[in-house]
C-alpha cells in the first residue's frame, strides 16, 4: 500500500488549503485513515483521523472546529481541509493508515511521504 499526499503550500495566516492522501489500493472498510503532523524540531502529532465505512471522525484540541478530515471511497482519496490556519499550524503533514482508532503513530502501518504546510503571519 503507498500513500501520496499532496495539496501543501505557503499560505498567509486565516487562509485555506486541502490536502489530499491517495492510497495506491482500495481502502477496505475496517481501516482507519488519520493526519499527523510534524513542525521543525518537534514529535509527530496527531490531527484527525476517520473510519473509513463510518463518518466517525476525531480532531486534535488544536485543530477542531478549523480543520475537517474527509473521504471519497471512489477515489480511495482522503481528505483534510483546513481553514482559518495559524502560523501554528505550520509543520509536513503526513497522511496514515492503520486499523485501530487510535492517536498514536505507532498504531499506523502505513505512512504517506508528507507535504509541507507553510503559514505565514
Known amino acids: 500500500v503507498q500513500l501520496q499526499a499532496s495539496g501543501g503550500g505557503l499560505v498567509q495566516a486565516g487562509d485555506s488549503l486541502r490536502l489530499s492522501c491517495a492510497a495506491s489500493n482500495r481502502i477496505y472498510s475496517s481501516a482507519v485513515m488519520a493526519w499527523f503532523r510534524q513542525a521543525p524540531g518537534k514529535e509527530r502529532e496527531f490531527v484527525a483521523l476517520t473510519r473509513w465505512s463510518r463518518d466517525s471522525t476525531l480532531y486534535a484540541g488544536s485543530v477542531k472546529g478549523r480543520f475537517t478530515i474527509s473521504r471519497d471511497s471512489a477515489k480511495n482519496t482522503v481528505y483534510l481541509q483546513m481553514n482559518s490556519l495559524k502560523p501554528e499550524d505550520t509543520a509536513v503533514y503526513y497522511c496514515?493508515?492503520?486499523?485501530?482508532?487510535?492517536?498514536?503513530?505507532?498504531?499506523?502501518?502505513?505512512w504517506g511521504q508528507g507535504t509541507l504546510v507553510t503559514v505565514s503571519s
Open positions: 496514515a493508515r492503520g486499523t485501530q482508532w487510535a492517536t498514536q503513530t505507532n498504531e499506523y502501518t502505513y
